[in-house]
């Protein structure tokens, strides 16, 4: 009987040992296929090459071999202007940088000149807009933390009154600087704006009329506001009230006041002359007689100012 039951536990064990290890190489042998027909259905991919800055370019730096390299890109599609190796980038003559460029920042044709091409401002500005040079200084210019890239407002002075005549005008460079990148500050004395050509008159007549400063706005900001011409009137508090007084007309002073005088049962009304902030005293005119001073009222007689009582 002992011996039966341990021939029945061993072939239990047989058996179950043998059905894990045939239910995992049935799951490894279904694993590999699938993974054969996920293979099998991919696209295959193809790589090219993309060419991208070596190191940090600013504006006017010349490109060179060393300044680039390729990276793998996938074959066919290669971005828009962009360059699939140093060869296609240098075919036709060396180049110089317009936009600033970082480390592994692709090249595109539109950040860089053309073949022998040098860099200018001028290849800055957008279609249909021009270049204005703005005569600015350490406080107009907003202590020189105003760079290239920039958006400001401008304010026109005339005599006692100020106005935004500009706003959202992008700064092209300061000086001969140019890098949208620096930050470093610096006090200029010229600051060139990109505007629409309207805008360039209203500049060119505005620095001939007044002077012109440069209002720095948050970065990102592109919402227009509604603004008014401010004058020196509107600077104080005490100056407004001033102004305010001075459109109120005053007030005539009063010249008579009324008197009720009561004798007996009589009650007679009387307007007299005010000086100094009450009745005036008769005054006798030169060259007449004084006459003889009457006696006092008797006591039934009254005045009382105001309301009769």
Known sequence: MRANFKVMILLAVVCGGGAVWAGGRWLDNASAARLREIEAARPSVTFGTLVVAAEPLRFGAPLSR????????PDGDLPPGAFATKD????????????????????????????????????????????????????????????????????LTTG?????????????????????????????????????????????????????SLVLRRAGEVRAEAFRPISVADLTTAR??????????????????????????????????VKDGGPSRLVTPPGEPVGPVEAPSPPSASIAAGEPQ
């Open 88 to 155: 296609d980038l240098f075919k036709d003559g060396d180049r110089t940088v317009l936009y600033p460029l970082e480390q592994g920042e692709p090249l595109f044709a539109s950040k860089l000149t053309g073949p022998g091409e040098r860099a200018a401002v001028s290849r800055l500005i957008s279609d249909g807009n021009r270049a204005v040079t703005l005569r600015v200084n350490d406080v107009a210019g907003v202590g020189g933390l105003v760079l290239p890239g920039d958006r400001v407002d401008v304010v």
């Open 160 to 212: 006692e009154v100020a106005e935004v005549i500009l706003q959202d005008v992008r700064i092209l460079s300061i000086d001969q600087m140019a890098d949208e990148k620096s930050t470093e500050p610096m006090v200029a004395h010229t600051a060139t704006v990109e505007v629409s050509p309207e805008a360039a008159q209203k500049l060119v007549l505005a620095q001939s009329v007044g002077s012109l």
């Open 66 to 73: 060393q300044a680039v390299r390729e990276i793998p890109w």
């Open 240 to 273: 407004k009230t001033e102004n305010a007084k001075a459109e109120i007309p005053p007030t005539p002073p009063v010249t008579d006041a009324t008197v009720w005088v009561r004798r007996a049962t009589e009650l007679t009304q009387y307007s007299v002359p």
